[in-house]
């Protein structure tokens, strides 16, 4: 004869539930192998962008305000070819694969990047139908220097990659988000978010911070941790 079961703690309880899984992505150093904003600032306005990027870095600036100086110096007769030299960056091993993989598990993946977003988009154009949404700056080229700006700006970032995740959190429900990032424009989001995969500066950031991160060297670590993670949810739900 069944008993009814006889527990301290609610049976809900034990159930993980672990929110709407989506994954933000970072993209310059991330899923590229180079930084090619920094790059682009090395190339066209390297005076200007040195003694920007050590202040940055140290935090004695913001991101914000080392990110428009440093655009603000670029003449828009170089935009073009910015965004043709885009498809030239070599994407980071097994992100092609990865896309397949959460394409095929219906999770989205939602690139977020502090770069431009010309520049993103035409680098990441063979994957395009895989990625959920891609968000970045915008370049306003009709004067003679670059202007840049966000609708997801904040009072220290271009780009406010926390506010972009906020516009996915479902009403009534939480995010299981994931994020892949490299640096200092993925801080913010990082500190917010339950799993984190970092390297680099960020793995350096975080550390100081006593959080926990995933160290990661390419797109098949993250997919094979990912496919673990959620096959062991499953099972954890079905128990
Ligand atoms: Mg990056």
Same mark, same amino acid.
Request: proline fraction near 5%; aromatic fraction near 8%.
């Given at each position: 004869?069944?008993q009814? +079961?006889?527990?301290?703690?609610?049976?809900?309880? +034990?159930i993980?539930?672990?929110?709407?899984?989506? /994954?933000?992505? $970072?993209?310059?150093g991330?899923?590229?192998?180079?930084?090619?904003?920094?790059d682009?600032?090395?190339? #066209? /306005?390297? &005076?200007?962008?040195?003694? +920007?990027?050590?202040?940055?870095?140290?935090? %004695?600036?913001? =991101?914000?305000?080392?990110v428009?100086?440093?655009?603000?110096?670029?003449?828009?007769?170089?935009?073009p070819?910015?965004?043709?030299g885009?498809?030239?960056?070599?994407?980071?091993?097994?992100?092609?694969?990865?896309?397949?993989?959460?394409?095929?598990e219906?999770?989205?993946?939602?690139?977020?990047?502090?770069?431009?977003?010309?520049? /993103?988009e035409?680098?990441l %154009?063979?994957?395009?139908?895989?990625?959920t949404?891609?968000?970045a700056?915008?370049?306003? $080229?009709?004067?003679?220097? #670059?202007r840049?700006?966000?609708?997801? %700006?904040s009072?220290?970032?271009?780009?406010?990659?926390?506010?972009?995740?906020?516009?996915?959190?479902? %009403?009534?429900?939480?995010? $299981?988000?994931? +994020?892949?990032?490299?640096?200092l424009?993925?801080l913010? #989001?990082?500190?917010?978010?339950?799993?984190?995969f970092?390297?680099?500066? =960020?793995?350096?950031?975080?550390?100081?911070?006593?959080?926990?991160?995933?160290?990661?060297? $390419?797109?098949?670590?993250?997919?094979?941790?990912?496919a673990?993670r959620?096959?062991?949810? &499953?099972?954890g739900?079905?128990?």
């Amino acid at each position: 004869m069944n008993q009814p +079961l006889q527990s301290s703690r609610p049976v809900q309880s +034990l159930i993980p539930t672990p929110g709407k899984r989506i /994954v933000f992505c $970072d993209f310059d150093g991330t899923i590229t192998q180079q930084d090619t904003f920094i790059d682009v600032a090395n190339r #066209l /306005v390297p &005076e200007i962008w040195g003694p +920007l990027q050590k202040q940055m870095f140290a935090f %004695e600036i913001t =991101l914000h305000e080392a990110v428009s100086r440093m655009v603000a110096a670029i003449e828009s007769k170089h935009y073009p070819d910015i965004i043709a030299g885009a498809k030239s960056y070599p994407l980071r091993s097994g992100f092609g694969d990865f896309v397949r993989f959460l394409k095929s598990e219906t999770i989205p993946l939602v690139v977020v990047s502090g770069g431009l977003q010309d520049v /993103v988009e035409s680098a990441l %154009e063979a994957h395009r139908s895989g990625i959920t949404n891609i968000h970045a700056a915008q370049i306003d $080229d009709s004067a003679e220097h #670059l202007r840049i700006h966000c609708e997801f %700006e904040s009072k220290t970032e271009i780009v406010a990659k926390a506010k972009v995740m906020e516009q996915y959190i479902p %009403e009534n429900g939480t995010l $299981d988000a994931v +994020l892949i990032g490299d640096s200092l424009t993925d801080l913010e #989001l990082a500190l917010q978010v339950p799993l984190v995969f970092a390297r680099d500066r =960020l793995a350096q950031y975080l550390r100081e911070r006593d959080r926990a991160y995933i160290p990661w060297e $390419d797109f098949s670590d993250v997919q094979a941790y990912l496919a673990q993670r959620w096959a062991l949810q &499953e099972v954890g739900a079905k128990v």
